[in-house]
């Protein structure tokens, strides 16, 4: 099964910036949908970004026009750019990959958002 490791995150002051980076152990080129997901405490877990196989993109509300989905699958990787970051960002942000297995979803990595 392939495996995920989620890099990139840590603290950073509002209106900062952040790329997440989400590698794979094996092949993401047949995946249907690759995903980025986050949990911030005391709160259910959200989508915030996908990109499926055909390169189609969308976005929760709050994180449109600042953040961006990317797909390479010759590095089977996935990253996520977040750019003017707000506290409210602050949250543990995971990667999910959805194929015809099924899904497998990353560690996690913590995004610290704070002055």
């Known amino acids: 099964q392939v495996q995920f490791v989620e890099s990139g995150g840590g603290l950073v002051h509002p209106g900062g910036s952040l790329r997440l980076s989400c590698a794979a152990s094996?092949?993401?080129?047949?995946?249907?949908?690759m995903a980025w997901y986050r949990q911030a405490p005391g709160k259910q877990r959200e989508l915030v970004a996908l990109i499926t196989n055909g390169g189609v993109t969308k976005y929760v509300d709050s994180v449109k026009g600042r953040f961006t989905i990317s797909r390479i699958n010759a590095q089977n990787t996935v990253n996520l750019q977040m750019n003017s970051l707000k506290p409210e960002d602050t949250a543990v942000y995971y990667c999910k990959m959805t194929d015809r297995f099924g899904e497998v979803w990353g560690q996690g990595t913590l995004v610290t958002v704070s002055s």
């Open positions: 094996g092949s993401i080129a047949n995946a249907y949908v």
